[in-house]
T-cell receptor, first 123, second 110 residues
């Protein structure tokens, strides 16, 4: 199957700094990627939909100025947590939609491939 | 509003026993339903989707629109089935956006 990578896998930063997380589709193109947040022992919560060449779409309650998303190429989306605070500490997961199966349509008949996640700890 | 409900946080079964993970959804349109699995220290991966009507690793799931359910079943659980299972829903024309249930931890004991 297709592979999605995330970098870094783990990051520890000081409060007030910004952290960038990369999500790459290694062997397929993805015009749409998704960013999730997962708290311990909880489910994945969708944060935003990253669209190549256009602005990201954020879910209700997610601060777009806090969580900057850039999808500059068909294989790379980045999530930047700006002015991080301890409450931003979480597990961040990205997924990429395989356009080849969906044929470039909004149809959901497709498989999403998930990255391994990035553990962010803000001190 | 919570669209996907998984009522069981933890399911503990013996090896060889049947296992059923419940999933109910709330959506008035035609949803796409999925089951994702996360084994220990591994990434989330697709187990099966309703539209494929397939059996993967002995698991099956049938979409019941009348009961708005998509329960996951396996007649004989194996120890390697121990994992976290998430039911997920994608609305029509949503470009694949997934809404996940809370997840069910399955523990299969010998």
């Amino acid at each position: 199957g297709a592979v999605v990578s995330q970098h870094p896998s783990r990051v520890i930063c000081k409060s007030g700094t910004s952290v960038k997380i990369e999500c790459r589709s290694l062997d397929f193109q993805a015009t749409t990627m998704f960013w999730y947040r997962q708290f311990p022992k909880q489910s994945l919560m969708l944060m935003a939909t990253s669209n190549e060449g256009s602005k990201a779409t954020y879910e209700q309650g997610v601060e777009k100025d806090k969580f900057l998303i850039n999808h500059a190429s068909l294989t790379l989306s980045t999530l930047t947590v700006t002015s991080a605070h301890p409450e931003d500490s979480s597990f961040y997961i990205c997924s990429a939609r395989d356009e080849r199966l969906a044929g470039g349509t909004p149809s959901s008949y497709n498989e999403q491939f998930f990255g391994p996640g990035t553990r962010l700890t803000v001190l | 509003a919570q669209r996907v409900t998984q009522p069981e946080k933890l399911l503990s079964v013996f090896k060889g026993a049947p296992v059923e993970l419940k999933c109910n959804y709330s959506y008035s349109g035609s949803p796409e339903l999925f089951w994702y699995v996360q084994y220990s220290r591994q990434r989330l991966q697709l187990l099966l989707r309703h539209i494929s009507r397939e059996s993967i690793k002995g698991f099956t799931a049938d979409l019941n629109k009348g009961e708005t359910s998509f329960h996951l079943k396996k007649p004989f659980a194996q120890e390697e089935d121990s994992a976290m299972y998430y039911c997920a829903l994608s609305e029509a024309d949503s470009w694949g956006k997934l809404q996940f249930g809370a997840g069910t931890q399955v523990v299969v004991t010998p």
